[in-house]
């Protein structure tokens, strides 16, 4: 692990101690998982601490678990221009999470197309509609329970 | 059937009859939006007072159809994505793929990577320039553009058949081996388009019309371009130094030398001129990749559960036919776990994050495009600013429907 991650790591320890389930490393990429109630301060720090510096957020994403009670994990990547370096953080719920847009801009349209696709619900969101999908569908296609081929309709 | 449902458009629809504003739709069908993007423009007068741009009309569904797919199937899904970059979008995916698996790839695959890598940036900053100027009014250096990009599609067809949907990299290295006759035809066109480029800069940088249609439009300042996430040429117009060939270099960029165009007002002017500057960078590290070049070497890894066997073995050898058989009907198996590999794109960070079960299918895979996170920038370039520069801000950031939609 890079040496300013192994700080970032720890200052995320010493802040929110049990509320992060697990810290993975794997191919050099290190990922954080965190308890839903903690979701928005942990990403509030990671953007305003110096030495996290996590200014850019990349990427959020989510996937889906059915068999599991919380069947969403929200995937986010972050990185930091001036440190260079890189985190995946990542949470699970089952249908509601607060907003990102009021720390970075870019959960606009990210979070529209995790709604759109797995019908995760932010709350907070200005602007919340489908983004990829027609406006009137219905279903939310990325999900595992809808077919890859779709429904008989389209 | 399903009813028609009657859905709020959001900022209302109820414009009262006299009244100023007027809601007007550049259609997903219409010259200068890229493709088939639609932006719903509320107007008063020629003033941009609401700029709504609506993706969606080119999703195929990508990233399901990869869940379905083993992964070597997946390369030609990429193709598809910015499809004036097949290449590169090749590259993005196996890259994390490989990172995965953690596949090493031999060198004379990476360089050759590097070289087609370069050559393809080349090609899409030339359609941008194209389309951009053609769209602001200048008629005649699309031409231009369109007759150098010509070779560097005659140099992806010598090397793989194809002039779009190239899927020339593989996981582990690439298809095959360049065919004879490939080094010197690079040379030759980046002698060439060393000296076409100063041709596009006379046709263009100091046009008065061009200049005054692009200078301050669509300034985006650096600590805003940062929050919306512009990556790449956007980002880098505003005076933000973040390239990934740099910052995170992957193939042999930390070998070579080249510069980094940053631009200082994050205008539109400033996004042209940093393109045009990573062009000619672009030929500067081909030249370098070329010299550097080894001879003779594998261009696909040494690993038999991944690569597939060479066909002459296949084709005369019983275990190594079983094996092709076996691997193709089924695929490989990965390891369990997650990686995201990104390029350095022509549109910005262009990443593949892929979560994997164990099996030979993702389980999931998602696809950081560029341009769709770059063009969350276009209502702030716009609002407040006139018809004519919505055009102007859409050439700017320079999208691919293939890319923003998927």
Known sequence: MKESLQTVVQKLQEKFGDNILNIAEFRDEVTVRVKKPVWFDTLQFLNDDPDCNFKLLVDETAADYPLREDRFDIIVHLMSIEIKHRLRVKTSTSERIPTLYPIWKTANWLEREVYDLFGVIFEGHPDLRRILMADDWEGFPLRKDYPVEGYDDF | MQDVKDYTIPGGDNFAQGEKRMRLNMGPQHPSTHGVLQVIVDLEGELVVRCDPVPGYLHRGT????????????????????????FNNNLAYVMAVEKLLGLEVPPRAQWLRL???????????????????????????????????????????????????????????????????FVEKVDDFVKLFQKSIKDYHKLVTKNPIFVGRTVGVGVIAPDDAVSLGL????????????????????????????EVPLGTKGDSYDRYL?????????????????????????????????????????????????????????????????????????????????????????????????????????????????????????????????????
């Open chain 2, 63 to 86: 990233e399901k159809l990869a869940e379905n797919k083993y992964y070597t199937q997946i390369i030609p899904l990429t193709d598809r994505l910015d499809y004036l970059s097949p």
């Open chain 2, 115 to 181: 070289i087609l890598s370069e050559l393809q940036r080349i090609a899409s900053h030339l359609i941008w320039y194209g389309t951009h100027v053609m769209d602001i009014g200048g008629i005649t250096p699309f031409l231009y553009a369109l007759r150098d990009r010509e070779t560097i599609l005659d140099i992806f067809e010598m090397c793989c058949g194809a002039r779009l949907t190239v899927s020339y990299c593989r996981i582990g290295g690439l298809m095959a081996d360049v065919p004879a006759g």
């Open chain 2, 231 to 258: 990556t790449g040429p956007s980002l880098r117009g505003s005076g933000v130094n973040l390239d990934l060939r740099k910052a995170e270099p992957y193939l042999y960029y930390d070998q070579l030398d080249f």
């Open chain 2, 274 to 406: 940093v393109r045009m500057e990573e062009m000619a960078q672009s030929t500067r590290l081909i030249e370098q990749a070329l010299a550097k070049l080894p001879e003779k070497g594998p261009v696909k890894a040494d690993d038999p559960k991944v690569m597939l066997p060479p066909k002459e073995l296949a084709m005369s050898r019983a275990e190594e036919m079983q094996r092709h058989f076996y691997q193709v009907i089924h695929g490989f198996p990965t390891p369990v776990g997650e990686a995201y590999a990104s390029i350095e794109g022509s549109k910005g960070e262009l990443g593949f994050y892929i979560i994997s079960d164990g099996s030979s299918r993702p389980y999931r895979m998602k696809i950081r495009a560029p341009s769709f996170v770059n063009l969350q920038a276009l209502p702030m370039m716009t609002e407040g600013r006139m018809l004519a520069d919505v055009i102007t801000c859409i050439g700017t950031i320079d999208i691919v429907l293939g890319e923003v939609d998927r």
